[in-house]
């Protein structure tokens, strides 16, 4: 009997502890033939120095309460593998730990960088002959992995951007006549729009905001950005931009790297919405505001999308399912069977195929004047924010799990 | 049978809509008394321009939907009337204006400010002998009104925030071993650090953010800044830093004004954020996110406190009761009549004593080292965050209701 190891990848969601229940909660259903659930601390980085967690110290309860707790629950880390050629001692070093502790499933929590490592693990333990079943679970805020209809973790953003824009919105609408008149909102999305066309939606009767988008796919003009903003401040006398952090200028730079108005140089900054702000100051002369929800945005449990917890669940508990059907190598995804009413199910792709590929926004979800969004895109977008699936409170505050986190001991040697 | 008139006045806020319902409800309540309920049209500038809005044009479920409707219902502005003398003609004006619609009550919802305006409108109607009653009713989120417990308007700040922290707080812990090591979220509050400290009621256990709390009553040093979050990533792995937009330097100069490290030299640009940012790249090379939330934490409906938003209506409600009893010149107030378990009642205070005067945290409230709240700043705050007042959701997002503020037929002059 084998046990099996889940580890957490890349940026972490308001969800991504909901597919770790679901691995957990699933595994532990079958204890026949998985013995114990092991998770790596930090991610891969906890595999590769053996520091690895024991969750059946957890409760029911606890592994439960990962359904509503945002954050990574055993923690995540940014560190992709290179090639088997180039970081061999690395994977053969993955094979030893999962050897010393006879793992027989490995679960992958990530999005693409994610999934490729989980490709090339399952392709390690084939060449060396360990017997180990790899399978991949999605996630990623930015929607941006091939295959699979949806992203869990996206889901829940898109929800937390609309939710902000309206809010934020009907707050400019009421003192745009003596006050701020054009709001800019900044949010995630370095390579693909999905994010900020999630806005659109609170976009309900013509007019509403958001008046204008920014995406990443559509090089940055600042003369036709401050003249659109002029004419929806004359029209509706305020306007309110949703911009990208990876909007970029017409050489294909990002305007945060842009050098001249950036105070700070540095790419990771964020700070889209004050160069913006910048722009509608010394060109339109109209008082401005601006926000930049950075992982305020990601982590927003409070107030994430129904169907995203479920899928996310869903996911962990069908990456379960799957290896103990015998499949290995693959990734279960979303697939959407119906639009209207929404109706999805649970599919699989193989690791190969998914690897290193990005889901860019589709041409015909972008509007000609490359500001809003089209009708296709918000007929995509809208089942995704569906349902408002609460953390439980206790004392005002979401009640978020904090796990007991216990170390398994070691029996390998520290990794060089 | 006189008519009521409501203007909401200065930065709108989660529930001052609740306020709203409040008054109308209860003015619909005694029809033999009060005729009509009319509103100015962003606040007191729509009554200088008779531009008011006849509310007995929207039913009965519209009006309570402004419970859960963030914003400003009616429009507010910010406009600050001087004193009599200065703007006697304007003072004329709203007289005017009021005994053109037989208006008999007067409910001005606002701060300070509005508070000292409300207070002259009464001492100019009896000057004229136009019998008039004015009332106040307290809104801001800054909690800087005297007299009054709290503010309608900061209990839903204050719970945005500490919720955001705690959300943003896991997020960051769980990826800080190779990720974000030091986190920074602005947030409102340009003379009183009330929202800022709310920011610590996210600490329920010992370690957990926020680990500092920059407020404006204490002079911003960076190197002591810096000591601090050097001191917490050491002990913690990652620092969470809640920065008032309000902070100053020790010559007293607010830090987002005081040049050499502003890109943009603007007071009401905000970003104190990428500033301290800055501060922590240069000094300690860590790796750190910021975050900006402006308008998204005043108007964040979705997440307000259940005890904001009853008490913003009770106040409304009082407001009418009080008036009917020929009360005025005065402003219904919370009064904290227990702690533990918190029962609040309604007061009342007269307008003269409230006007232009600001309510700072108490000495006790703030930490010896600068950078947290005491427990008597906990046992203070925790109350006003209780209890979730969902809004209604169609379709995945707050069933906001948008008013048809019919216009009233003018009949003076305009107003030059």
Redesign the interface.
């Known amino acids: 009997m084998k046990n099996a190891l889940y580890a ?1 990848s890349g ?2 969601t ?1 969800v991504i502890n909901a597919s770790a229940c679901g691995v957990i909660e699933t595994a532990r259903q079958y204890p026949s033939q998985i013995q114990k659930i092991y998770a790596g601390r ?1 991610g891969i ?1 906890g595999i590769l120095a053996e520091d690895l967690i024991d969750t059946s110290f957890e409760s029911a309860e606890d592994i439960h309460a990962l359904m509503h ?11 992709k593998l290179k090639g088997i050629e180039e970081h061999l001692s690395q994977y053969e070093r993955l094979i030893e730990v999962f050897s010393a502790h006879d793992i027989g499933y490995f679960f992958y929590n990530g999005g693409g960088d994610s999934q490729d490592t989980t490709h090339k693990i399952a392709q390690m333990a084939e060449k060396l002959n360990y017997p180990l079943t790899c399978i991949g679970i999605p996630k990623t805020i930015d929607n941006d992995l091939p295959f699979t209809d949806n992203c869990p973790g996206f889901g829940s953003v898109a ?1 937390y951007v ?3 824009i ?3 919105g ?6 745009a ?4 008149k054009v ?1 800019i ?1 900044e949010v995630m999305g370095r390579h693909a729009g999905w994010i900020a066309a999630a806005a659109g ?2 976009c ?2 013509a007019g509403d905001p958001p008046h204008i988008i920014l995406f990443p796919e559509i090089a940055f003009n600042a003369a036709l950005f401050c003249k659109q903003v002029q004419e929806t401040v004359e029209k509706f006398g305020f306007c309110v931009v949703v911009a990208s952090e990876g909007i970029k200028n017409e050489n294909g730079q990002f305007l945060s790297e842009s050098g001249a ?4 140089g ?1 790419a ?4 889209v ?2 160069l913006l ?2 722009i509608v ?1 010394d060109n339109l002369h109209l ?10 945005q ?6 994430a ?1 129904g169907v995203d917890v479920e899928q996310a669940y869903a996911l962990g508990k069908s990456a379960v399912e799957l290896a103990l059907q015998g499949k290995n190598a693959i990734m279960p995804i979303i697939v959407r069977e119906k639009e209207m009413p929404y109706q999805w199910g649970i599919g699989e792709v193989a690791l190969n195929a998914v690897a290193n590929q990005e889901k860019k926004m589709p041409k015909t979800f972008i509007s000609e004047d490359g500001f809003s969004i089209t009708k296709a895109c918000h007929d995509y977008l ?1 089942p995704l ?4 699936a ?1 953390p439980p ?1 206790h ?4 009640n ?1 799990v ?1 796990l007991k986190n216990k170390s398994l001991a070691k029996k390998l040697k520290p990794f060089a």
């Not at 009907?170 to 003192?175: E, R």
């Not at 924010?385 to 408002?388: H, L």
């Not at 004392?395 to 979401?398: A, D, M, Q, V, Y």
Request: proline fraction near 4%; charged fraction near 15%.
């Open positions: 957490q940026g972490v308001a930090n980085l707790t945002p954050g990574g629950a055993f923690g995540s880390c940014r560190y929800k609309a939710v902000s309206q809010e934020a009907l707050d400019v609408a009421s003192m006549s003596s006050s701020t709001f909102l939606l609170a309900i009767n108005k950036d105070a700070f540095h990771q900054l964020g700070g919405a004050p702000a910048k100051k008082k401005y505001h601006w926000a930049v929800s950075d992982y305020l990601r982590a927003a449990r409070h107030i999308s809208l924010i569906q349902g408002e609460y409170y004392n005002g505050l979401p978020y904090q």
